[in-house]
C-alpha cells in the first residue's frame, strides 16, 4: 500500500524559506509516476504547486515558479519541497501527493501538514 | 490557466436523495477531468478520473459524465459518510487547477 507522509516545521518566519519532506512507502518515486505538492489555505480551496517525475524533469505553478524548488532524495525514497521568502500568503495545509502520467491525477495523498508563516 | 467553476457551491440533501454537481472549464479539456471528495481536517481522496473511470475502491454509487467544457459528478444514492466538500480537478494543461468547492450537508 502506498503511503506518503510529510514532514517539517510548522512555523516560518516572513521572508523566510519553508522547507517540507515527503517519505514514500509501499512503492519506489523511482518505479514512475510524478511526485508533487498541492496546498490549501485555511478555509479555501486547492493549489498545484509543482511535481517531479521520478526521471528528474520537473513542473511548477508559475505563479509560484520563482520561488519553488522539488527534488527527490532516491536514497531515502524521498522527496522534498523549498519555497523562499514566504508571506502569510503561503499560510495553508501542505500536501504532498502522487500523480499519474497520463491522466495526471493525484491518487495518493499525504495526510497534509499545516504551515504558519508568522514572526 | 484553465479556471475551473463547480456548481453550486453548497447543498443540502438527506440520506438517500440523488445528487448532481456540475463543473465547467474555461476552455475545452476533452475528458482530462478528476473528482475528489475531502472530509473534514482529511486529504482529498480521488473518486473519479478521466471524468468517468471509477477509481479503485470507490462505492458505485458514485459516477462521472461530461466531456469538452461540461462535467457532472453524480452521487446516486446520499450515504452518511458522503457528506464533504467535492472538488474537480483538471488535468488537460498545467498548471493543474482544481474547482472552488461544493459542500455537501446534512438537511
Known amino acids: 500500500q502506498v503511503q506518503l507522509q510529510e514532514s517539517g516545521p510548522g512555523l516560518v518566519k516572513p521572508s523566510e524559506t519553508l522547507s517540507l519532506t515527503c517519505t514514500v512507502s509501499?512503492?519506489?518515486?523511482?518505479?514512475?509516476?510524478?511526485w508533487g505538492w498541492i496546498r490549501q489555505p485555511p478555509g479555501k480551496g486547492l493549489e498545484w504547486i509543482g511535481s517531479?517525475?521520478?526521471?528528474?524533469?520537473?513542473d511548477y505553478n508559475p505563479s509560484l515558479k520563482s520561488r519553488v524548488t522539488i527534488s527527490l532524495d532516491t536514497s531515502k525514497n524521498q522527496f522534498s519541497l523549498k519555497l523562499s521568502s514566504v508571506t502569510a500568503a503561503d499560510t495553508a495545509v501542505y500536501y504532498c501527493?502522487?500523480?499519474?502520467?497520463?491522466?495526471?491525477?493525484?491518487?495518493?495523498w499525504g495526510q497534509g501538514t499545516l504551515v504558519t508563516v508568522s514572526s | 490557466d484553465i479556471q475551473m467553476t463547480q456548481s453550486p457551491s453548497s447543498l443540502s440533501a438527506s440520506v438517500g436523495d440523488r445528487v448532481i454537481i456540475t463543473c465547467r472549464a474555461s476552455?475545452?479539456?476533452?475528458?482530462?477531468l478528476n473528482w475528489y471528495q475531502q472530509k473534514s481536517g482529511t486529504a482529498p481522496k480521488l473518486l473519479i478520473y478521466?471524468?468517468?473511470s471509477l477509481q479503485s475502491g470507490v462505492p458505485s454509487r458514485f459516477s462521472g459524465s461530461g466531456s469538452g467544457t461540461d462535467f457532472t459528478l453524480t452521487i446516486s444514492s446520499l450515504q452518511p459518510e458522503d457528506f464533504a466538500t467535492y472538488f474537480c480537478?483538471?488535468?488537460?494543461?498545467?498548471?493543474?487547477?482544481f474547482g472552488q468547492g461544493t459542500k455537501v450537508e446534512i438537511k
Open positions: 509501499g512503492y519506489s518515486i523511482t518505479s514512475g509516476y510524478y
Open positions: 517531479m517525475y521520478h526521471s528528474g524533469s520537473t
Open positions: 480537478q483538471q488535468s488537460y494543461s498545467t498548471p493543474w487547477t
Open positions: 501527493a502522487r500523480r499519474g502520467s497520463v491522466y495526471h491525477y493525484f491518487d495518493y
Open positions: 476552455q475545452t479539456i476533452s475528458s482530462y
Open positions: 478521466a471524468a468517468s
